[in-house]
């Protein structure tokens, strides 16, 4: 992804708005209805921001909205890309290396997920605490030179992607309004198809608590670009291995939106900390 087309993205935004975002949201499958909730000072379909792709995927509008929400500024995505689009790791996170170059110090993250966990139910937020990636690579632009581990050339890694101190005030944030949430391991995979019943019990086994198509590459990049980050997950259906019902994309449209007040409660009481939180 090249430097030219970053800088005229940068150039386009900041021509529509001086605004400077303290936090990037992610508006996953079914949860761009929050982007409504933003007090808009400039918007693009991303096809209109140099270098950034086209969102196909159902469910996922496509716009990136700069804004007010809870008095503080922040760059929004209505819908992202994803690896099962055919877009590489690179132009999947292309609007992470974006939304930190405008200045964002967090990530808020969030995405529709199956349940794979018995206890959670559909609507249930699940607040990630550490992943299994089996997307691959993360993105060349994950791995600048910089950080490469400098005797052996290999990436450090981690556990602490996802902000502790984030995951905790989410989860006070639901039981301060009185619904479920729980810090859970997602497991990222390519998609886009869904999953057979073997898998999702192997998946079960290797301690998964809800797998996905998405969000692994933008948070390995947005942590590799200093970024604080709190991912959710909203279950949008219940991926038992038990049931001879699979997944279906209407019905994980229709989960996150009918989940997304708990989403945006928490994002809200994010944004009401972000002073103590930028990094
Ligand atoms: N599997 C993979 N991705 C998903 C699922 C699922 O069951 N539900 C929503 N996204």
Redesign the pocket.
Known sequence: MSDRNLQSAIQKIQQATQMIPKAGIILG?GLGGLSRQIQSVAEFPFEKIPGLKTSHASGHEGRLILGYLQQQPVIAMAGRLHRYEGYSSDEVTYPIRLIRSLGAGVLLASN???GLNPKYCVGDPIILGDHINWLGQASTEASPPNVRDQSTGFLQSGSNFYCSQLTSLAISVAKKNDFSAYVGTYLG?L?PT??TRSEYRMMRRIGADV???STLPEVLLARRLGMKTLAVSIV??V?NPDSPST?NHDE?IRAGQQAGSKLEKIIRAVLDNLDNQVA
């Open positions: 499958s529709a997920a199956g995979t998609g869904y999953e797998v996905g198509m949008s259906n991926a997944a994980v």
